[in-house]
Nanobody, 126 residues
Framework: QVQLVESGGGSVQAGGSLRLSCVAS????????MGWFRQAPGKEREGVAG????????SYHSSVKGRFAISQDSAKNTLYLQMNSTKSEDSAMYYC???????????????????WGQGTQVTVSS
């Protein structure tokens, strides 16, 4: 069982930055693919970024590529999402998720992720 706790959400003006964190109850550096997902009101949850083994594999949704960066700190069992050049459309509840993973194939299929955090709210004002 993997427990995930997100933090770092809040309000930011468009163009500003935020760093989200997700602390895992186990070491997820190896053996797990980690992902950040988000859900805005009235919209389906979507994958934002994924990572495997500290960056051997990384993936980004086209809408955040070049602005967001996903990273891991294995010593702290922590996943990060650095959000730069934020836009109003980035406003959403952000969730981290984990799935057992050995090949490093990052997927945004949510049914593949058995472990989810409770979410942290990000609001970007223009």
């Amino acid at each position: 069982q993997v427990q995930l706790v997100e933090s770092g959400g809040g309000s930011v003006q468009a163009g500003g930055s935020l760093r989200l964190s997700c602390v895992a109850s186990v070491n997820t550096y190896s053996g797990y693919c980690m992902g950040w997902f988000r859900q805005a009101p009235g919209k389906e949850r979507e994958g934002v970024a994924g990572i495997y083994r500290g960056g051997i594999s990384r993936s980004y949704h086209s809408s955040v590529k070049g602005r967001f960066a996903i990273s891991q700190d294995s010593a702290k069992n922590t996943l990060y999402l650095q959000m730069n050049s934020t836009k109003s459309e980035d406003s959403a509840m952000y969730y981290c998720a984990a799935k057992p993973c050995t090949l490093g194939t990052i997927s945004y299929r949510q049914d593949e992720y058995p472990y989810w955090g409770q979410g942290t709210q990000v609001t970007v004002s223009s």
